[in-house]
């Protein structure tokens, strides 16, 4: 009995002893295995696709396809097949621009530069912040106001162009993930960053928001780069109604199509949050096409929380004769009101009433009081974690 137990001990150890000699044998072959597995399943980490010269992205200032340097944007995979075009902005950057500094009067914004178009390309934002070192003036300080009063509250800037907000943001730590699609705001952009020295904290998409993944032609507003929009937007425009001649009459110019750009949906941002990413104010300034962007928002919404939103709400209005618009920004405001955001006036003073939104002013805010202080509301729940 004793004998029998002590043999079956001893073929189990020798069992285990024959295991492991396996393990030792073919250790090599195991732990490469094993690497290769852990590779594969990193792969679009690991091995970011880089893009070579196909990049479809159009200079506006030569006319011609760019030759994107190839280590500079790559791609990422995301896993409903859709693919994020990043912008690495650690490389370097030997553009030469000019970058004057932004004169906010807030004490704690000093030296932040800003690189900007040729003022007389870019009439409007490079040109107020070449002469007065400033662009929409109160809608920064309320968005600097709210970014001071809240913690731990990053920025996701939709239609970064020179990337004004997104540099006023990582001057308070934040991190930002900035989205837009013209390649020569992004290379500027990308200078501003590294001028600033704040590479760490931008996340820098070159793609264009939308309702789908496909790829669209970007009209170009001369003399305001900053004012380009998705040409889809003109096919929507009832034929007496395109959005050209609106363009037309505000600027004297033409828009012209210059540069095709692939989008993106809203919820697919959430697939490259770094990981602290739980609570941003978002900006979105793209042209009209935010009431679009909002039918693929809410994997966004569930998974962030927004205290705030900043819109420029006056080209929705514009266009809202549009073939389907009127719905399209019907549904954006209920989206919002269900998620119980309040429209304000950026003056931070005004409540304005969802119902009168075809006279609301250019730029809006949009709050949730449940979470930061609301004009006429003195209530400032749940400031940090
Ligand atoms: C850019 O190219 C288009 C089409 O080839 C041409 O019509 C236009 O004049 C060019 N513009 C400039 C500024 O060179
Ligand atoms: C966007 O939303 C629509 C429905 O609202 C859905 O059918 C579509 O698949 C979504 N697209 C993406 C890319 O998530
Ligand atoms: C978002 O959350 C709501 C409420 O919890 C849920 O009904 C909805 O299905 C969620 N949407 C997505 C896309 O996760």
């Given at each position: 009995m004793v004998l029998k137990y002590h043999r079956r001990l001893i073929s189990t150890s020798l069992f285990i002893d024959e295991i492991m000699k396996l393990i030792k044998r073919y250790f090599i072959v195991i732990t490469v295995f094993f690497l290769f597995y852990l590779a594969i399943i990193n792969k679009n980490r690991l091995f970011p696709r880089l893009v070579f010269g196909q990049f479809h992205l159009i200079s506006t200032e030569s006319n011609q396809t760019v030759n994107v340097r190839q280590s500079q944007l790559y791609e990422h995979e995301i896993s409903n097949g859709g693919i994020i075009t990043l912008y690495d902005v650690t490389q370097d950057n030997e553009w030469d621009f000019q970058c004057p500094k932004t004169q906010y009067n807030e004490a704690d914004i000093t030296d932040v530069r800003i690189c900007i178009y040729d003022p007389q390309h870019d009439e409007h934002v490079s040109g107020q912040l070449n002469d007065?070192?400033?662009?929409e003036p109160v809608v920064v300080r309320s968005f600097l106001r709210l970014l001071r009063a809240l913690p731990n509250t990053h920025v996701i800037d939709i239609g970064a162009n020179l990337g004004l907000y997104t540099l006023l943001a990582t001057k308070y730590d934040r991190h930002v993930i900035a989205v837009e699609p013209l390649y020569d705001s992004l290379i500027r952009l990308h200078k501003s960053i590294q001028i600033n020295n704040v590479q760490h904290q931008v996340t820098l998409i070159a793609n264009a928001i939308g309702v789908k993944h496909e790829r669209l032609a970007l009209n170009i507003v001369d003399k305001n780069l900053g004012a380009s929009y998705l040409s889809y937007l003109d096919q929507l425009a009832p034929s007496d109604k395109k959005l050209e001649k609106l363009v037309d009459e505000q600027h004297g110019i033409p828009p012209r199509v210059l540069a095709e750009v692939d989008t993106i949906t809203l919820d697919d941002l959430v697939s490259i949050y770094p990981i602290f990413f739980k609570r941003a104010i978002l900006k979105m300034d793209i042209e009209g096409f935010e009431a679009l962007a909002f039918s693929n928002a809410s994997v966004l919404f569930n998974r962030t929380e927004i205290p705030a939103i900043y819109m420029e709400f006056g080209k929705l209005i514009e266009i809202k004769y549009h073939r389907g618009m009127m719905k399209k920004i019907e549904e954006m405001l209920s989206f919002l009101k269900k998620r119980n955001y309040e429209p304000y006036e950026v003056n931070d003073i005004n409540h304005i009433l969802y119902d009168n939104w075809e006279s609301w002013p250019w730029d809006v805010a949009f709050r949730r009081c449940d979470i930061c202080r609301c004009p006429g509301l003195e209530k400032l729940v749940g400031s940090a974690e």
């Open positions: 007065h070192g400033k662009w």
